[in-house]
């Protein structure tokens, strides 16, 4: 069962595949997610206020400033932030299937589920093994850009070696799969680990910070993430089977001979 459908109709059934996947994302964070982010900053107030409160000899402090948006107002909010993100992820995904389909034999739903599982490596784990997640009252203010082009750089390593990998596959022809498949392994793995030792390290988790907490939110980011991968490529995988199934023409009933 290729995959088939114009790009319009692709994009389409990515949007839709995709606004499932955020939804599904923002119901695990909420769940998973929220509770340790509320720890993480239970943390953080408790030690402001004790470097407040050591401090009040020398000089007073204004008041702090409110947030923009509220917890509550935030934790509802992630349902509309990573659904209209799920939506860009859907349509950036089903742009790369219109194309990945021109030189793949996969059928359709098993093309989705393999880019899926690509996209979920490259974007994803790649990454999150060089610079995990941490919490809010992990890290230095001052140092966000810095990490935020950090992970970026990841993010296009993990991109080039799930490509390489790709590639690796089908250039090697040999009369095994399973040879195929472990040098397109070993190309993916030999990239990862090149960058991985050419990118700085980053470690700004404070001492005195659990660490129970901190794998407990790492842990909770990478099942958001991977709900949101997983959801997306099998939400496109259904809708691309149940797409072509349904416009297959109907079999005309032969009449039984006399």
């Not at 992630?78 to 793949?104: C, K």
């Amino acid at each position: 069962m290729p995959l088939t459908g114009s790009l319009t109709s692709l994009l389409l059934r990515g949007l839709l595949a995709g606004l499932i996947a955020g939804l599904l994302a923002a119901t695990v964070g909420y769940f998973v997610g929220e509770p340790k982010i509320d720890a993480a900053i239970a943390i953080e107030e408790a030690a402001s206020a004790h470097a407040d409160s050591g401090a009040e000899a020398g000089h007073t402090h204004g008041d702090e400033e409110e947030p923009l948006v509220s917890r509550d107002g935030q934790k509802a909010g992630q349902f509309l932030a990573l659904g209209l993100g799920g939506m860009a992820f859907g349509a950036i995904f089903a742009a790369a299937a219109h194309y990945a389909r021109r030189v793949s034999t996969l059928s359709g739903p098993t093309l989705a589920i393999a880019l899926a599982i690509g996209g979920w490596l490259a974007i994803v784990a790649v990454p999150f093994f060089k610079y995990p997640a941490n919490p809010p009252a992990v890290g230095d203010p001052d140092t966000i850009n810095d990490r935020t082009l950090l992970w970026v750089a990841a993010v296009v390593l993990g991109l080039v070696a799930v490509g390489a990998g790709v590639f690796v596959h089908r250039v090697v022809h040999v009369g095994f799969e399973t040879v195929r498949v472990i040098a397109g392994v070993l190309a993916f793995v030999v990239i990862v680990t090149l960058g991985y030792v050419l990118l700085p390290g980053v470690d700004e988790v404070k001492a005195d910070f659990p660490a129970s907490l901190l794998w407990q939110f790492r842990i909770a980011s990478m099942a958001q993430t991977a709900t949101l991968w997983a959801a997306l490529g099998l939400a496109f995988a259904f809708l691309t089977e149940y797409t072509s199934r349904s416009s297959a023409p109907a079999r005309e009933e032969i009449p039984a001979a006399a």
